[in-house]
């Protein structure tokens, strides 16, 4: 993922979380917050109770290269923090591509109606 989509300091993720609107699947929960940019900011955040750190960052590293793969079609003017959930570990990268695009595309629908 790009420096430039990237949320990388602890209140630019505090912030998503306080005032964002959060969203969540079987797989995932998101946090999603519009803002004023034209651009979109993404964070990735696991806990350790996933296990060991091979296999956060392989989760992590997936999210990214889907994030990375589909950022264009994702629309403008959002901050989001994903959250995976512990039963990612067993899923294929299609499903979750698949999951997660599909939670993304729900929130910003609900999104752009929340701001109005």
Do not use: H
Not at 99 to 112: E, G, M
């Amino acid at each position: 993922m790009n420096k430039e989509i990237r949320l990388r300091k602890n209140r630019e993720f505090q912030t998503v979380y306080r005032r964002g609107k959060n969203f969540w699947n079987k797989d995932f929960t998101i946090f999603i917050r519009p803002t004023n940019r034209k651009k979109v900011k993404f964070g990735v955040s696991i806990t350790k109770k996933f296990g060991k750190a091979n296999k956060r960052n392989l989760i992590k590293r997936r999210i990214k290269e889907i994030i990375r793969l589909n950022v264009c079609d994702l629309g403008l003017g959002y901050e989001m923090v994903i959250l995976p959930k512990k039963n990612t570990l067993e899923i294929d990268y299609i499903e979750l591509e698949r999951s997660l695009l599909r939670l993304i595309n729900f929130a910003l629908k609900k999104v752009l109606n929340w701001e109005d």
